[in-house]
């Protein structure tokens, strides 16, 4: 069976690679993932400045997925511009570079760098960091996320895709679809981003699992599968002008693979179980995804991408 595919016009060898955040803040963690079966890497987002990031515990895997408040922990955007400068692009691996800027002109700053190093990286803007204290998410700002896009896509002149939040109403799909096809070069939407701002309580100890923000952070993980999969489907349904979904959230095995593909998905970002698993997942759901579609006689993804039944 044949997992490769293209997003924003550039070849992968496989729909797999990490979600931005995890396994990626450093040159060490991206290496791994180079060196793993993973179909491309992506960088954790990145502000302009270095970040600590929120105080730990910020990250803790639950039975049933994950919760985080990272707090956008990240080297500064020139550790990430330069890592971009020096990837070898000869290598069958496209890179992807995540930016996060904490305001619009951060964001400015950093897209109009990455513009002038012209490099043959895609960029995904993150406009969904629900850890950030005090900075309400860009992606549930219809009117803010208009203004930035209208701003940005100019300046990254390439194609270039946005990592968004979940959304839980067909109306906010529908607007939000309808500021993402006004933009020509926005090639992308990944979808999605952690589900913000949940609460995990341990029953022995009484406590919130985590300390950033009274143990408030996004959810990942098994938990997230059915939202990420009707949030892939409604961009799919509605995106027009050949522009794609990436799509991220509760891919435990090949078969979470396999309904995110048929759901809509071009490609496919692992985070909480590749976070648990390590880089070895890679190998692993592409052999689980190549036997399902031997088993249900599909030869490439195409044949099945966004074929899911109604009844
Ligand atoms: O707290 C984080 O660093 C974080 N955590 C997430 O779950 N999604 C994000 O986009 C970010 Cl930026």
């Not at 511009?81 to 996060?100: C, E, G, I, Q, R």
């Not at 800027?101 to 190093?117: C, H, R």
Request: proline content about 5%; charged content about 20%; overall charge negative.
């Amino acid at each position: 069976a044949d997992l490769s595919t293209s997003i924003a016009g550039v070849a992968l060898p496989n729909l797999f690679f990490n979600a931005s955040g995890v396994w990626c803040q450093h040159e060490s963690e991206l290496k791994e993932l180079l060196d793993s079966e993973s179909g491309s890497l992506i960088t954790k987002s990145a502000t302009f400045e270095h970040r600590e990031g929120n105080p730990s515990p910020r990250y803790v895997p639950l039975p049933t997925g994950s919760i985080n408040s990272m707090g956008l922990p990240n080297e500064g955007f020139e550790y990430y511009l330069n890592y971009a400068k020096n990837y070898d692009y000869t290598n069958k691996k496209p890179l992807f570079v995540s930016l996060s800027g904490l305001s619009l002109q951060d964001n400015v700053k950093m897209v109009e760098q990455f513009a002038a190093a012209d490099l043959p990286c895609v960029l995904e803007i993150n406009f969904s960091c629900p850890n950030v204290p005090g900075k309400p998410q860009l992606g549930y700002d219809m009117e803010a996320m208009e203004n930035a896009l209208k701003v940005l896509a100019p300046i990254v002149k390439k194609p270039f895709g946005i990592k968004l939040p979940p959304y839980f109403d067909i109306a906010h799909f529908d607007a939000v679809a309808a500021i993402v096809n006004k933009i020509d070069n926005l090639a992308f939407v990944t979808c999605v981003n952690s589900v913000g701002n949940g609460l995990a309580i341990d029953f022995e100890t009484e406590t919130a699992v985590i300390k950033p923000k009274d143990g408030f952070g996004g959810l990942g993980g098994a938990m997230i599968l059915n939202t990420a999969l009707a949030n892939v489907n409604a961009f799919h349904r509605r995106l027009t002008g050949g522009k794609q979904v990436i799509g991220v959230g509760g891919v435990t095995s090949g078969k979470e693979a396999f309904l995110h593909v048929l759901a809509g998905a071009s490609a496919v970002q692992i985070g909480t179980q590749l976070k648990e698993e390590g880089p070895s997942f890679f190998a692993r759901v592409k052999k689980e995804l190549e036997e399902i579609m031997q088993a249900k006689g599909y030869k490439s993804l195409d044949d099945f991408r966004g074929k899911v039944k109604t009844l």
